[in-house]
């Protein structure tokens, strides 16, 4: 796989990752509120599982990982959001996104596959028939509507992924930790201290995650929605702070508080696929509804 010039997106489809990700963390091993993951195993144990999740993995996600490892850097980050984040590229409303975000198709495998936009579907109905509030059905609905940066031409690696910080250490509980050695920021001291650029308990907002599909919608989408449904879309793909608990020393009360709302939301976008496909057009009048009450109107992309 380490030729001159690598694939840029060697997932056959972005849903590769998300499976790769709930091979790691099965249904049933989400933490509750009263009994974080992080807390609730045995961290020898969890070190020997986690290598072999690694082991495990196809090739594909493997070469995924090694890119996304490799060119997650500070500067990357900061240039991509310098570039995305003037919002200049598109003016749609939220429903026209979706259909946009659904012309991503998997050519691999299309009738058995669903698509993008029935993934949001079947997690905003999950959500709702759960009982919970509206902004939280809606969150679920948008909450992947930031993979349109594939659309944009961006690689998988800087799409999705798992994210992390960056201007401070790399955590070994991030999955294939080994890969972070091609980094640059790996060459940089000032990058590589527990705190690094940071300080502690400056608050999760202040620190820069790697660059991918949850920071692009929450810039979008920023404002509009509670507290708690903003943390999901921002921090639903940090597994290593919502699901390893990495990372604890820069968060605040608050911080700790939204990442409950984070392990919330999680189950529903891991474990809801079902080949049960949504009718779309039934659904539609209850979601338009519900994207006027909160996000009406065109939005900036
Ligand atoms: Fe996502
Ligand atoms: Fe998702």
Request: net charge negative; charged share 30%.
């Amino acid at each position: 796989m380490q030729n001159a010039t690598p694939n840029p997106n060697p997932l056959e489809n972005l849903e590769e990752w998300e499976d790769f990700l709930k091979e790691r963390y099965p249904e049933g091993s989400q933490p509750t509120e009263d009994k974080p993951a992080f807390q609730a195993t045995d961290p020898n144990k969890k070190e020997s599982e986690f290598r072999n999740y690694e082991l495990d993995a196809r090739p594909t996600v493997r070469e995924f990982y090694r890119l996304n490892h490799q060119f997650q850097s500070y500067d990357f980050g900061q240039a991509k959001r310098a570039d995305f984040l003037k919002l200049e590229r598109k003016k749609m409303t939220v429903w026209q996104a979706m259909e946009f975000l659904n012309t991503l198709v998997d050519e691999s495998d299309p009738d058995t596959d669903l698509s993008q936009l029935q993934h949001l579907l079947q997690t905003a109905e999950h959500i709702r028939r759960d009982g919970h509030p509206r902004w939280f059905i809606l969150t679920g609905l948008i909450h992947d509507l930031g993979k349109i940066l594939c659309l944009f031409g961006e690689p998988q690696w800087a799409v999705v992924g798992d994210t992390f910080p960056v201007g401070c250490a790399f955590s070994n509980k991030i999955v294939f930790p080994k890969f972070f050695e091609a980094n640059p920021d790996s060459q940089n001291p000032r990058f590589q201290t527990p705190l690094g650029i940071y300080e502690e308990g400056c608050g999760l907002d202040k620190v820069n995650l790697s660059w991918g599909h949850d920071e692009y919608l929450y810039q979008v989408v920023k404002d509009r929605l509670p507290a708690e449904g903003l943390a999901m879309i921002r921090y639903h793909s940090c597994y290593p702070v919502h699901r390893e608990g990495e990372y604890d020393l820069f968060l605040t009360d608050e911080d700790r508080r939204l990442m409950e709302w984070v392990r919330k939301f999680n189950p529903y976008d891991l474990y809801t696929k079902s080949h049960e496909k949504p009718d779309v057009e039934k659904l539609r009048p209850f979601y338009e509804d519900l994207i006027n009450e909160f996000l009406p109107g065109e939005l900036r992309w």
